[in-house]
């Protein structure tokens, strides 16, 4: 008997490849989009918009295809591209001014978020994490996450900790005119 396959994740994928490019499709052709940012967030939402048209949209679209073909260690290659696609969009969200497109920006969250819950279901269902039986594997995955996760804070926080023990609000806040002060380097 020939098994059923799920064909949840590839249609996860498409919507959001269809979604993605058409918000930075209207972000790069409509000059107007990021009129209101100040210039480095426009700057940085530009290279984005190139980054998900020709890095994220095929990855999406490749590691859904092979996930459907049961290649298992691709799960976590598509679920680090709806990680980042929800982390993305959560700042798009929360951090720019409203623009023609916002509604785009918030069903791009949802779809990801939902996205990401789908995987934790999936991943217990189809029991994925067997793929790591070697102790091995799991101490350097555990290790480069763990570096990985200080090194962001250490960024993240180095102005926020001095801020907060001084009582004043960071200077990146307030140059930004902003009420969140969304991720920058």
Same mark, same amino acid.
Do not use: C
């Given at each position: 008997?020939? *098994? ?32 209101? *940012?100040? +210039? ?15 890095? /994220?949209? +095929? ?14 260690? #691709?799960?976590?290659? #598509? ?12 700042? $798009? ?32 269902? *189809? ?15 555990? %290790? ?8 962001? %804070?250490?960024?993240?926080?180095? *102005?926020?900790? +001095? ?5 004043? /609000? ?6 930004? $005119? ?8």
């Amino acid at each position: 008997m020939k *098994e059923k396959k799920d064909v949840t994740i590839s249609i996860l994928s498409i919507l959001l490849s269809l979604l993605i490019g058409f918000v930075s499709l209207a972000s790069l052709y409509i000059k107007i989009n990021y009129i209101k *940012e100040i +210039p480095g967030f426009a700057i940085k939402n530009t290279g984005q918009d190139f980054v998900n048209l020709f890095i /994220i949209i +095929p990855i999406l679209i490749l590691s859904s295809v092979l996930v459907y073909h049961k290649k298992r260690l #691709w799960l976590f290659i #598509w679920n680090g591209i709806i990680f980042y696609l929800t982390y993305s969009y959560a700042s $798009h969200s929360s951090g720019l001014h409203y623009d023609y497109i916002f509604i785009a920006y918030l069903y791009i969250l949802g779809v990801s978020f939902y996205s990401l819950v789908f995987f934790v279901f999936y991943s217990i269902q *189809e029991s994925i994490f067997t793929l790591f039986k070697k102790k091995f594997s799991l101490i350097i995955i555990t %290790y480069y996450l763990t570096i990985n996760v200080m090194v962001f %804070y250490s960024l993240r926080f180095s *102005e926020k900790i +001095p801020a907060i023990i001084h009582q004043r /609000i960071p200077n990146s806040i307030i140059g930004n $005119h902003l009420l969140i002060n969304t991720v920058q380097f």
